[in-house]
């Protein structure tokens, strides 16, 4: 059976629903990601990616006044 949630990212109280859902057992979400964690799960996020990203236009940006004052670390996380 196919299970889907509009979201696309599995959180440990969607698995745990899911769990309740499949096999009529009611687990906490954090004792969910412990179990997960202890047999090798870690949590995973999407990275977020501008949809019509212009590698030269965020160039751009980056190096205008407007960034000026901002550090190069923190440019890179803006234009991930």
Same mark, same amino acid.
């Given at each position: +059976?196919?299970i889907?949630? &509009?979201?696309?990212? !599995? &959180?440990?109280?969607? #698995?745990? +629903? #899911?769990?309740e $859902?499949?096999?009529?057992? &009611?687990?906490?979400p954090?004792?969910?990601s *412990? /179990?997960?964690? @202890?047999?090798?799960f870690? #949590? $995973? *996020?999407?990275?977020k /990616?501008? @949809?019509?990203?212009? %590698?030269?236009? $965020?160039d +751009? !940006?980056? %190096?205008?006044?407007? &960034?000026?004052?901002?550090?190069?670390s923190? %440019?890179? *996380?803006?234009?991930?």
């Amino acid at each position: +059976r196919s299970i889907s949630f &509009t979201s696309g990212v !599995w &959180t440990s109280p969607i #698995v745990a +629903r #899911v769990i309740e $859902q499949e096999f009529s057992i &009611t687990y906490h979400p954090a004792l969910v990601s *412990r /179990i997960l964690h @202890a047999i090798g799960f870690s #949590v $995973q *996020r999407p990275r977020k /990616i501008p @949809a019509n990203a212009e %590698k030269s236009a $965020q160039d +751009r !940006w980056a %190096k205008s006044s407007v &960034t000026s004052g901002i550090n190069n670390s923190a %440019k890179r *996380r803006l234009i991930r």
